[in-house]
């Protein structure tokens, strides 16, 4: 029987201390650029201690930068504010610039060692080595222009550097990690970054998952389950939430929209459930001085007041992460689904700082691009020493990076090549079109790393081809992908399992798509795919395979939504299709026509045989999952 629900959070709670610290994101300067003072970061810190509402439990704060803003390698002002007011710190080391920048927030770290001693060791929790570092150099942070990243190699550099920087300190035995959005964490080319670190840190945001149902009532399943896949692949290490929030304004994402009313929803039923369990950093305090960013995530305005935005006083009834139900944890080391994004854009400016570059505020909050992205960068907020160094990203995940380094990262362009079976189909309607049974071999491409080459071992018919009427199985031209995957389980009709990022397909579990046709698809043709790599050919996913048999693919009348369960699950309006054998290395076209346009569109997979199939929906390269091409 498969267990449903936050199972790799209860997992951490293990790890975590009895009386787990809360805190809120601090940046080194203003959203006008101007220095945060020793005196500023004082008043901050003191007026989250007195926060109504919250029993004066918010007592640490986390830094992305040990450098003050406005000086070479001058200790951070926030040191002796924190020590004024015994305010425990995340100190952040910055990565993602020059080796001369590194190397002044060492020079930074020492002199602060030297300047406060023993009353710095009290103050300091741990020691964070970079920020979204890896998120930025993804397909998804390049994509979405977020600035120079750090690959998995350098960050293990740097962490060991730190270490050795330390070493013979009084500092020496603080916990040093690295804080990345979930999506990094679950790829599995940057795990060497997880073995190096003491902890961990995720970033998650909901809000920027804007190719998903990403309402404020999904806001909770969809945290938790990008918490669940952090701590799935953490080898046994804690896992600190480092940034997670809901903006009080700005631009609707998707379904996210930003209001007071929504950001005290998720307060509740998110940070609520996690603090004084888990090591909270919350986005954020101030955003807003002397002017408001959009989107804006502060829960105080322009004004510093102890008086918040919205009434932060946890319901007596908050359950603890522990014996809560989130959405499905993978059951193996998995990557970012397509469009799932997980923290705001630039947040290196205001007094709540954004993630990564030293320097200023830059950025406003990244956006979709496409219909393979999702929102994910953090919001922008200074953490450095001075210099503009927002990152606002998209799609994925967070980021921010220092704006000198205007340089984009070269492409390595990875070609792989998968067979492709079209289906025949017997229905005529939106894409279910009747096809001819077809096999062709086809090429995917893909951008990662720093270089640029060209891969590839071509198959004896390289060219890609499709049954007559049918679009390519591939994802190199226009594309949908799901917005919702909801599992339902005959073994517990009853239970609506929520928003998951992976397909589960299995004698007793089907899984539920919702596809969303806009209006311009309205005249064009499209292909209901199945997408079904080789293991050895994804880079940022993984599934689990046992069993054999097929599928059975079913149009519903209405869509799902997060509350579906086995029982309530809607009418099947047409059988689109049925694979006798699924394996992997092929694609499927399991029917074609004219495209729905203007409107919402459900899709149910389930198992025949003994089918047990549990996967990552991920665009990245080899695409995995259930999509809809477009021609």
């Keep these: 029987m498969r267990t449903y629900g936050i199972l790799a959070l209860a997992a951490s709670l293990v790890t975590a201390s009895a009386q787990a610290l809360q805190g809120f ?22 007026t989250a201690k007195q926060l ?8 640490s704060a986390r830094l992305f930068t040990t450098i003050q803003a406005g000086t070479p390698n001058l200790p951070t002002e926030a040191i002796a504010a924190a020590d004024a007011t015994q305010t425990k710190l995340l ?14 927030e060492l020079t930074a770290l020492r002199s602060a060692i030297a300047q406060y001693g023993q009353r710095l060791v009290d103050l300091v ?42 070493a013979g300190t009084i500092l020496s035995g603080a916990p040093i990690g690295h804080v990345d959005t979930w999506t990094a964490y679950v790829n599995s080319s940057n795990a060497a970054v997880i073995s190096a670190c003491d902890f961990i840190g995720v970033d998650a945001y909901p809000y920027f998952q804007n190719t998903q149902a990403n309402s404020i009532e999904n806001g909770e399943s969809l945290f938790f389950a990008a918490y669940d896949a952090t701590v799935a692949v953490s080898q046994g290490k804690p896992v600190w939430i480092t940034e997670t929030g809901w903006p009080v304004s700005g631009p609707t994402e998707n379904q996210a929209v930003p209001s007071t009313q929504n950001a005290e929803t998720y307060w509740d039923s998110v940070g609520c459930r996690v603090f004084g369990q888990i090591n909270t950093f919350w986005y954020t305090l101030q955003d807003a001085f002397p002017n408001a960013p959009s989107p804006s995530f502060g829960v105080v305005g322009s004004t510093l007041s102890t008086t918040p935005l919205y009434d932060l006083t946890c319901p007596s009834d908050s359950e ?12 193996s080391p998995v990557a970012p689904p397509a469009g799932i994004s997980d923290s705001p854009p630039d947040r290196e400016t205001s007094t709540t700082p954004a993630p990564e570059s030293p320097g200023s505020n830059s950025g406003s909050p990244g956006s979709n691009s496409g219909a393979t992205g999702s929102n994910s960068g953090s919001p922008g907020s200074n953490s450095g020493s001075g210099s503009n160094g927002g990152s606002g990203s998209n799609n994925d995940g967070s980021g921010s990076a220092p704006v000198e380094n205007t340089v984009p990262p070269t492409v390595k362009t990875v070609m792989t090549y998968v067979t492709v079976t079209t289906c025949p189909v ?11 049974m077809t096999t062709s071999t086809v090429s995917v491409t893909s951008t990662h790393g720093n270089t640029l080459s060209t891969v590839a071992s071509p198959p004896s018919t390289p060219s890609p081809s499709s049954a007559p009427g049918a679009c390519p199985a591939n994802l190199n031209g226009d594309f949908e992908f799901p917005h919702l995957i909801v599992p339902v389980d005959k ?34 043709t499209c292909s209901l795919v199945f997408l079904f790599p080789t293991r050895d050919q994804l880079q940022t996913s993984n599934y689990t395979l046992s069993g054999s048999g097929g599928f059975l693919v079913e149009r519903l009348k209405e869509p799902a939504d997060s509350t579906t369960s086995f029982n309530n699950q809607p009418e099947v309006n047409v059988t689109v299709n049925t694979i006798p054998s699924v394996q992997p290395g092929n694609s499927y076209v399991l029917g074609s026509g004219g495209c729905f346009s203007n409107v919402r569109i459900g899709y149910k997979v389930s198992a025949t045989g003994s089918l047990d199939l549990d996967y990552f929906q991920d665009y990245n390269p080899a695409p995995i999952g259930l999509y809809v091409t477009v021609c």
């Design 25 to 46: 994101n601090y940046g080194s300067v203003f959203t006008n650029n101007a220095p945060i003072t020793g005196g500023e970061y004082e008043r901050l810190f003191n």
């Design 52 to 59: 109504a509402g919250t029993s004066g439990a918010f007592t």
């Design 91 to 104: 100190l952040g080391i910055f990565l993602s610039s020059t080796e001369e920048q590194f190397q002044n």
């Design 125 to 166: 929790i741990g020691i964070s080595v970079g920020s979204e570092d890896l998120y930025r150099i993804s397909p998804t942070g390049i994509l979405n222009r977020s600035n120079p990243g750090e690959g998995p190699d350098a960050v293990v550099r740097r962490i060991n550097a730190v270490r050795q920087a330390l």
């Design 320 to 331: 603890s992460p522990s014996s809560s139900a989130g959405s499905p944890s993978p059951s």
């Design 426 to 436: 017997t229905y005529t309607s939106g894409v279910e079109m009747k096809t001819s």
């Design 491 to 524: 073994n517990q009709p009853d239970a609506a399992l929520g928003t998951s990022f992976n397909g589960l397909i299995t004698p007793t579990v089907s899984s539920l798509f919702n596809f969303d046709f806009p209006a311009s698809l309205q005249g064009r």
